[in-house]
């Protein structure tokens, strides 16, 4: 089998996607500006059928009803197109403000998309279970029952439908514009660095790569230049977090939602319970990372762990990875297990789905994003090269595969919660890092691949519990009015202090987190933090019953992945699982089996 290694001083470049065959000349395209015309035509035609609609669903009713819900399938559809579409333009080249003003336009869609679902929600409680019912067992809408259940069931909890309207018209250019102010501010932000005598301009997402550099004070300087960087957007940062809170916490206390949490679990389509044991069992085993840092300390020749060291490479740490290489290692261990996932993976990588060129002008981070009708697509990172870089576009890849294989499904049981977004990015990226490790050569190949195995585990326990405690902490001083940026960096320190333990020296936290992470200002999805951990111990659950079952298991998989857009997490996991999510049972397994490695590391560090 390939191996995805190769000892080079420079990479050959990563490719750009491809956008024109979406629609050709980015944001000036012509057949973009026709189809977002359409859409908006689209939208007027879907707001008379719901005027029109009968008040009651009754038999004679019955085929205006479903025309409404399938016409709001559509729009859903594509006005993720739209924005989909607009956000790859916008995050290419942050100085396309044409892209900048489409987004926005995109964000007017689906704010018109939600008033029309919050009305049809409003009708939804007008009706008696037995009239909702028929609507529910027509055939075309059996499919989406889940949805329509869920979406009646949410409106119980609802403004009355002229305040829900009036807040989702004032979120437009309130509430959400909060959200485009700092990803512009973000992506902006430039600055000098210096490396081999030479000083350029850097990206806050070339820079994110410097951190996973093997010379500490190169990791250093990219995290010193990246705090001051935040240090001269804090107060804009501040600001900007102060007003989306404050604007989330007013309509959950005229929705009645007690809990600023209420509205990230109905998301997530998971209980308290789930969660709460989750971090519990998390929280009581964050300690048995402690051999493994000390471990790394050693490698590194270091004596205090600080931030910027949470990504360092410990063995092997001239190796780089070409992005042809590690796509082909992707998919000739995928094919071991499911042909169908690796033959996916080969076509997304070879009809350029992926925009992967470490170039300046970009912004940072990564991600995956549909393409509405278009059924395609497509994914966003810079690759330069490190096996770090490897994991993103295997992870990236298995959020597009969960996407494909809802592909046939209809729209409203393609919409999958954000924890089982996970599922499958988190199980592809966990097959590739086993595989690498089952054909690594010698020891410090080995070391590596572990290193990178045990610092995800390491990450997702502790980085992003102390996001999600950050999150709690910030939300309940925001209640009494707006938080200064000195309290904020005082609660990012106190979370990641409880979330490490003492994994990080005192000298070691990151107080400007809370303005670096984009995380916390996205408003379409609050608290998005806990989805990865879930997503991580879940794909774990996952990952061992593939690992007993072979190549038996990817329908299996397949099937898991398709009932993740109609149900909820509990049953998803008893149901493709036979697990209860409320119980410690599941997780401890699940960190047990995240942790098993760890002697190993410590046995391997200390024969060095």
């Not at 067992?137 to 829900?164: N, T």
């Not at 949470?310 to 992005?323: D, I, K, N, Q, V």
């Not at 297990?337 to 990564?366: N, Q, T, V, Y």
């Not at 326990?461 to 001083?477: G, P, Q, T, V």
Request: glycine share 4%; proline share 4%; charged share 25%.
């Amino acid at each position: 089998m390939a191996q995805p290694a190769h000892k080079l001083t420079k990479l050959p470049p990563a490719p750009r996607w491809d956008l024109d065959s979406i629609f050709p000349g980015g944001s000036k395209s012509e057949q973009f500006k026709k189809y977002r015309e359409d859409v908006k035509k689209k939208l007027a035609t879907a707001k008379k059928l719901f005027n029109s609609l009968p008040p009651k669903i009754v038999k004679p009713s019955l085929s205006k009803y479903v025309k409404f819900v399938t016409i709001l399938q559509e729009l859903y559809d594509e006005i993720e197109l739209v924005v989909s579409f607009a956000t790859c333009l916008s995050s290419q080249d942050v100085k396309d403000n044409l892209a900048d003003a489409i987004n926005s336009e995109g964000t007017q869609y689906v704010s018109e998309w939600q008033k029309l679902r919050a009305e049809f929600e409003a009708l939804s409680l007008k009706q008696t279970d037995k009239q909702w019912q028929i609507l529910t067992a027509h055939p075309e809408m059996k499919e989406v029952k889940f949805y329509l259940d869920e979406l009646r069931d949410i409106a119980k909890s609802k403004m009355p439908i002229q305040l829900e309207s009036l807040t989702l018209d004032l979120a437009v250019n309130g509430f959400h514009s909060w959200n485009q102010l700092y990803d512009k501010m973000a992506s902006e932000l430039m600055v000098d660095f210096t490396e081999d005598g030479k000083t350029t301009k850097l990206s806050l997402g070339q820079l994110h790569t410097k951190m996973g550099n093997p010379d500490r004070e190169i990791r250093r300087q990219a995290f010193e230049k990246m705090s001051e960087a935040w240090n001269t957007r804090e107060n804009l940062a501040g600001m900007a977090l102060n007003y989306l809170a404050g604007f989330r916490l007013s309509v959950n206390k005229n929705r009645g939602w007690k809990s600023p949490l209420f509205e990230p679990l109905v998301m997530t389509r998971m209980k308290q319970k789930s969660l709460d044991t989750m971090w519990a069992v998390i929280e009581k085993n964050t300690k048995r990372l402690a051999p493994y840092i000390d471990a790394k300390k050693k490698l590194l020749n270091i004596d205090k762990f600080r931030w910027y060291d949470e990504f360092a490479p410990c063995a092997t740490a001239e190796r780089l990875f070409p992005y042809d290489d590690a796509g082909n290692f992707i998919v000739d261990n995928l094919k071991n297990f499911s042909p169908h996932l690796a033959e996916f993976c080969r076509m997304a990588l070879e009809k350029r789905w992926i925009e992967a060129e470490d170039r300046p002008g970009k912004r940072g981070g990564g991600y995956c994003t549909g393409m509405g009708p278009k059924k395609q697509s497509r994914i966003f990172m810079t690759y330069a090269g490190t096996y770090e870089n490897l994991l993103t576009l295997a992870h990236e890849l298995g959020h597009a595969y969960h996407s494909w294989v809802l592909n046939d499904k209809p729209i409203f049981a393609q919409i999958y919660p954000m924890n089982l977004a996970e599922t499958a990015s988190i199980f592809t990226e966990t097959f590739v890092t086993n595989a690498a490790l089952a054909q690594a050569r010698d020891k410090d190949e080995k070391l590596m691949l572990l290193d990178q195995k045990l610092q995800g585990a390491y990450i997702l326990f502790c980085n992003i519990n102390s996001r999600y405690l950050f999150d709690k902490a910030f939300y309940a001083e925001r209640v009494n009015g707006v938080v200064s940026n000195a309290r904020l960096n005082e609660l990012m320190i106190s979370a990641q202090k409880r979330a490490y333990g003492n994994l990080l020296d005192e000298s070691g936290y990151h107080p400007l987190f809370w303005a670096s992470k984009l995380h916390f200002f996205l408003t379409d999805v609050p608290f998005y933090n806990f989805p990865y951990t879930f997503g991580f111990l879940f794909a774990s659950g996952v990952y061992e019953l593939a690992k007993k079952e072979g190549r038996a298991f990817a329908d299996k998989y397949r099937a898991l992945l398709s009932d993740t857009g109609s149900m909820t997490a509990e049953q998803v996991a008893k149901k493709h699982l036979g697990v209860d999510l409320t119980k410690e049972d599941f997780w401890q397994d699940a960190v047990d089996n995240a942790l098993a490695d760890v002697g190993t590391f410590v046995k391997l560090a200390n024969s060095q």
